[in-house]
């Protein structure tokens, strides 16, 4: 049985505002297709452009929140998952309060006065995703908001702690803090790759809290990034699954678990030195909607019955089921009960 707070998630939150583009769109914009990005000076008039368009809509996103949010409701314990990252004094901070509160997700968000909530532009066509992050009060979360006694006492209560790669531009010192934490606990710390920029631009900080990944997730494009940065010189997923599974541990409590997934194809998985290949459901093409928040819905997934003690294969049976129902929807929403068996 999931006792309350058993999973803790920090990140960015973000109001996800979605619309159906068009390549022109893309182009004007400079964007690539299924890429994730932080926006830039040219990409901020975007936003209302988005914001204009008849078929918008505003959705709570975020990484890390996504996945929290799918775990709470594949799991169906109230407060079984708590969740920790900034927000702003304004409309979209109380609309992300309210969603994050009916999720049935104990969120203690810090409440910034100077900026304003974060937003991610979700630019989808042909149901493929590109998203672009202007993190605003996202990235005013400090390390004195963690160590606030009512706060870490969310870091004290949870067994297992689950931080997207995202949150290392924002606070690498909080997530070292939790980490450390971990490791001297015996529990169960997981990241995610999270986009290629993550691995390319943010190494130094990805290094240093990497000894202390109990579980990786990440996709194709980012495994493959990883490597090459590291010059490891190969493009075969399963051998990098395998190399990140090996890099050094901080703690011999847990051995090392790297997650892979790659669109359709299978999930490669990599432990002690040993691959293994998990085929996803398939989906025909015109069932398909979009794919913002499919990844963090594997791993909300995936976490909802780890943190049940669940084989390894009931873990990604879980996250192939979430993702399945995500991708299906416009972004990271789910009907009101899960029917996974």
Aim: charged share 25%.
């Amino acid at each position: 049985m999931a006792s309350e707070g058993i999973l803790l998630g920090m990140g960015n939150p973000l109001l996800d505002i979605s619309a159906v583009v068009d390549d022109e769109f893309l182009q004007k914009y400079n964007i690539k297709l299924n890429d994730a990005i932080l926006a830039e000076e040219h990409h901020l008039p975007m936003y209302d452009e988005l914001a204009s368009k008849h078929n918008v809509e505003y959705i709570a996103g975020g990484a890390t929140q996504n996945s929290i949010r799918v775990a709470q409701w594949m799991l169906q314990i109230p407060g079984a998952t708590s969740y920790m990252g900034c927000i702003g004094k304004d409309k979209f901070g109380e609309e992300m309060k309210k969603n994050v509160k009916e999720a049935g997700v104990n969120a203690h968000y810090y409440e910034d006065e100077t900026a304003p909530t974060g937003t991610c532009a979700v630019c989808v066509v042909g149901g493929e995703r590109s998203l672009i992050a202007n993190l605003s009060a996202a990235n005013c979360y400090k390390s004195d908001h963690l160590k606030r006694p009512e706060n870490w006492k969310l870091v004290e209560k949870a067994q297992y702690i689950y931080i997207a790669g995202f949150f290392l531009t924002v606070s690498p010192e909080s997530i070292l803090l939790v980490a450390e934490h971990a490791a001297a606990n015996y529990k169960v710390f997981l990241m995610n790759l999270s986009a290629p920029f993550i691995c390319e631009f943010f190494r130094d900080a990805q290094d240093k809290v990497f000894p202390y990944v109990d579980y990786i997730f990440g996709n194709e494009t980012e495994a493959r990034t990883f490597s090459r940065v590291r010059g490891w010189e190969t493009d075969n997923v399963e051998e990098i699954a395998l190399k990140i599974s090996a890099l050094p541990k901080a703690s011999g409590t847990h051995k090392r678990i790297a997650v892979i997934t790659q669109g359709s194809d299978p999930v490669v998985v990599a432990e002690d030195g040993k691959v293994r290949l998990f085929p996803v459901i398939l989906l025909p093409k015109e069932k398909l909607v979009d794919t913002n928040g499919a990844g963090d819905a594997f791993v909300g997934g995936f976490l909802s019955q780890m943190v049940k003690q669940k084989s390894i294969d009931d873990c990604i049976r879980a996250g192939s089921y979430a993702a399945n129902v995500i991708i299906q929807r416009s972004g990271c929403t789910y009907p009101e009960k899960p029917d996974f068996k």
